[in-house]
């Protein structure tokens, strides 16, 4: 399942950074709701810092995107207010460590479900489903899509991520450079130093439009992502937990006015909730 086709230039001025996250009825932390961390006052949770639209940390300080509107509303359910969350960064390389070392209770980061993460935490969802794609400079008119890397072109990607390992196994003659951030690419396409940028189309979507002008998506995705909350391998009470508050979160309409509120204005729609897969 993919998104419907929308125009690839983005209006003007659009802000790609969402408001505050969803207002949620939530009820107090203190008995940690059953899949929080042990009667505890916080909960710790993971997602990225850098992507607009997803997961961003503002200069405020405060948090906003929509995998962290959904990880607030799974935080809800689990009994904890938005106050009591304790955010921290997950870059793409680190996701698995960060929950097999308990320093975060689960990650919401545009973490895609793999066989190969499944080895290490199990997954709750998928909540979201999207696809690889590319991001080239608004003057660039030699890349047109996958098939066009192969003449040597200067691509960029996350290292750990799933769109770099895809691009190595089927790309091999692309010039692959991978950084830690997905804004450190953007950052080197901006400067010429690299011709593209690939990862999930939301991703994408959402540093073109906080540059208004300066790049454009290009050519079709070429992959299918299932975006999954990742947490510790064994913790079949906590992902049964997140997956019925995000089957709550899809069916009161919480889920589509968080996706709109934060990638409407990149120009996607908002495509029907995936199916949870209760393995």
């Known amino acids: 399942m993919f998104f419907q086709k929308r125009s690839r230039t983005l209006t003007a001025g659009v802000a790609a950074a969402a408001a505050l996250a969803l207002t949620l009825s939530a009820c107090g932390g203190d008995s940690g709701g059953g899949g929080g961390d042990a009667g505890g006052d916080t909960i710790t949770i993971g997602t990225k810092f850098d992507q607009p639209g997803l997961g961003l940390k503002n200069p405020d300080g405060s948090m906003s995107g929509f995998d962290v509107d959904v990880a607030t509303f799974v935080a809800g359910e689990l009994g904890y207010t938005p106050e009591q969350i304790e955010w921290v960064e997950a870059p793409s390389a680190q996701r698995e460590n960060l929950i097999e070392n308990g320093q975060v209770r689960f990650i919401a980061a545009t973490y895609s479900i793999t066989d190969a993460r499944k080895e290490k935490v199990d ?53 692959l450079q991978q950084y830690d951030t997905y804004s450190a690419c953007i950052e080197a396409l901006r400067n010429n130093a690299i011709d593209a940028v690939t990862t999930d189309e939301t991703i994408l979507a959402g540093y073109a439009a906080q540059s208004p002008g300066d790049f454009k998506i290009v050519g079709e995705q070429f992959s299918e992502e299932n975006y999954g909350i990742g947490l510790k391998k064994g913790d079949t009470e906590l992902r049964n937990q997140i997956n019925d508050a995000i089957e709550k979160m899809e069916t009161d309409g919480a889920w589509k006015e968080a996706f709109d509120k934060n990638l409407g204005p990149a120009g996607i729609e908002a495509p029907q909730p995936p199916a949870i897969d209760r393995y």
């Open 123 to 175: 997954f709750a969802g998928p909540y979201l489903v999207t696809g690889q794609s590319l991001l080239v400079r608004s003057d660039n008119t030699d890349i047109t899509g996958a098939a066009s890397l192969e003449n040597n072109k200067r691509l960029c990607s996350v290292s750990g991520s799933t769109p770099a390992q895809k691009i190595k196994d089927e790309y091999p003659g692309v010039q």
